[in-house]
């Protein structure tokens, strides 16, 4: 096989904010060797380059002067069976929900609470993508990645990863890794996670009382579908800021004066708030300006009502920013790349 390079295509299709933005050159790599083309491409003709997944994780603030590589490498296997535990791998362009869904199909839990987010296998290590109370970090057996510079290729261990809340090392050091596939170890008899309150009222207008892992999964998807924009139909980033850490004392004045205040013990004296619920506080939840806008259903969200540009959606985000911090003293933390 042999890459084909595109110049100065639309990347519009490519991200889920359907943001208008052009890449000086465009990619799909299908196979190791292709992604090796692409590097050696770029190197001859000094162009920088950036892979992308599905684009649900990133805000096109203006067209990209570099090769813009999609990561298309698809297949995936089960690795290991000890009839209790299965280590299975995907390639990186595999799309992360029909990947949890042949999981859960194969018997395997472990997925479940984090059915239907957009997006690719490769990049899911990128942010530790979490939802539900379950993050990958949970359930990864490593991963292979190629290091750009040296063209090296090299076995991620869970600790290698360093994952936190919404970060990695590949986050922390981006451009340096391109992640071609992932391990999971999964389970055919994996404990749930039902600590979130509207999983577990879900599971009961199911009428699930001994739930399975694919119960889970269903009432996971029911969730999201009533709650969150749809990327086809209103261009959206899923989240797009982290939801805070706060000292506990700082969490404790604020409630005094919000007594309805979202907040979860986070560990070392600290408290997790619930963005979505400060901005929404702030009055926030449906706003637009022009094209950019939060998402009426779930502050947290910003949306595309159709020819928003990048550089609008990020002035909405930094004038959010500026109230919160100037109302409850928080800083928000933007969670999409921006380019
Ligand atoms: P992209 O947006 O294409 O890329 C994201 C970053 O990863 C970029 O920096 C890119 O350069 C890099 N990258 C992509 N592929 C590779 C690779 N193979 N190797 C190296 N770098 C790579 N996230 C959550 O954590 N939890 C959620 O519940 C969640 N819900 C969402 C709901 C909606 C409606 C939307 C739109 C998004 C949501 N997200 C959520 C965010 C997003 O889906 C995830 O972060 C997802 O993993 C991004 O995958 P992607 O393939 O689209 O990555
Ligand atoms: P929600 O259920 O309305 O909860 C609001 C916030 O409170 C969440 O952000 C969550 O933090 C936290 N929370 C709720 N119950 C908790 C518990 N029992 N223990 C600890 N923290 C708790 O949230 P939502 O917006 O509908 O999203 C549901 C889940 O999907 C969340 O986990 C969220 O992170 C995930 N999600 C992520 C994205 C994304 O783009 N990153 C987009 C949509 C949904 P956490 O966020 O830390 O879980």
Same mark, same amino acid.
């Given at each position: 096989m042999s890459l084909t390079i595109t110049a100065n295509p639309s990347l519009q299709s490519y991200n889920s904010? /359907?943001?208008? =933005?052009r890449a000086a050159h465009f990619a799909e790599a299908r196979d190791e060797a292709e992604v090796r083309e692409a590097l050696a491409l770029a190197a001859r003709n000094g162009w920088a380059l950036r892979p992308i997944g599905g684009g649900s994780n990133l805000l096109l603030t203006g067209d990209q002067d570099a090769l813009v590589l999609r990561m298309a490498l698809m297949?995936?296997?089960v690795l290991s069976d000890d009839g209790e535990t299965v280590v299975v791998e995907a390639e990186a362009g595999e799309p992360w929900h029909?990947?949890?869904?042949?999981?859960?199909?194969?018997g395997l839990g472990g997925l479940e609470n984090l059915s239907l987010i957009p997006g690719t296998v490769g990049a899911a290590p990128m942010q530790n993508i979490g939802a539900y109370g379950v993050e990958i970090k949970d359930v990864?057996? /490593?991963?292979? =990645?190629l290091e750009r510079q040296s063209g090296e290729l090299r076995d991620f261990s869970l600790a290698d990863c360093a994952f936190g809340y919404r970060d990695s090392l590949?986050?922390?050091?981006?451009?340096r890794w391109l992640i071609l596939r992932v391990r999971f170890r999964l389970s055919r008899h994996a404990e749930l996670r039902l600590d979130y309150g509207p999983l577990r009222q879900q599971l009961a207008a199911q009428g699930c009382e001994a739930p399975t892992a694919r119960?889970?999964?269903?009432a996971v998807c029911a969730i999201r579908s009533e709650k969150l924009p749809d990327p086809a139909v209103l261009g959206n980033a899923g989240s797009f800021f982290k939801n805070p850490l706060v000292p506990a004392d700082h969490a404790a004045r604020l409630r005094v004066q919000y007594?309805?205040?979202?907040?979860y013990p986070a560990g070392e004296g600290r408290v997790k708030l619930a963005a979505g619920w400060l901005i929404e506080q702030a009055g926030w939840k449906g706003y637009r300006d022009g094209d950019a806008g939060v998402h009426d259903k779930q502050a947290l969200v910003l949306v595309n009502h159709g020819r928003a540009t990048g550089?609008?959606?990020l002035a909405l985000a930094r004038r959010i920013q500026a109230d919160i911090a100037a109302r409850f003293g928080v800083e928000l933390e933007i969670e999409p790349n921006v380019w």
């Amino acid at each position: 096989m042999s890459l084909t390079i595109t110049a100065n295509p639309s990347l519009q299709s490519y991200n889920s904010f /359907g943001v208008a =933005a052009r890449a000086a050159h465009f990619a799909e790599a299908r196979d190791e060797a292709e992604v090796r083309e692409a590097l050696a491409l770029a190197a001859r003709n000094g162009w920088a380059l950036r892979p992308i997944g599905g684009g649900s994780n990133l805000l096109l603030t203006g067209d990209q002067d570099a090769l813009v590589l999609r990561m298309a490498l698809m297949g995936k296997r089960v690795l290991s069976d000890d009839g209790e535990t299965v280590v299975v791998e995907a390639e990186a362009g595999e799309p992360w929900h029909p990947f949890v869904l042949w999981t859960l199909e194969q018997g395997l839990g472990g997925l479940e609470n984090l059915s239907l987010i957009p997006g690719t296998v490769g990049a899911a290590p990128m942010q530790n993508i979490g939802a539900y109370g379950v993050e990958i970090k949970d359930v990864f057996a /490593g991963l292979t =990645a190629l290091e750009r510079q040296s063209g090296e290729l090299r076995d991620f261990s869970l600790a290698d990863c360093a994952f936190g809340y919404r970060d990695s090392l590949f986050k922390r050091q981006a451009g340096r890794w391109l992640i071609l596939r992932v391990r999971f170890r999964l389970s055919r008899h994996a404990e749930l996670r039902l600590d979130y309150g509207p999983l577990r009222q879900q599971l009961a207008a199911q009428g699930c009382e001994a739930p399975t892992a694919r119960d889970v999964s269903r009432a996971v998807c029911a969730i999201r579908s009533e709650k969150l924009p749809d990327p086809a139909v209103l261009g959206n980033a899923g989240s797009f800021f982290k939801n805070p850490l706060v000292p506990a004392d700082h969490a404790a004045r604020l409630r005094v004066q919000y007594p309805g205040l979202v907040a979860y013990p986070a560990g070392e004296g600290r408290v997790k708030l619930a963005a979505g619920w400060l901005i929404e506080q702030a009055g926030w939840k449906g706003y637009r300006d022009g094209d950019a806008g939060v998402h009426d259903k779930q502050a947290l969200v910003l949306v595309n009502h159709g020819r928003a540009t990048g550089a609008e959606l990020l002035a909405l985000a930094r004038r959010i920013q500026a109230d919160i911090a100037a109302r409850f003293g928080v800083e928000l933390e933007i969670e999409p790349n921006v380019w």
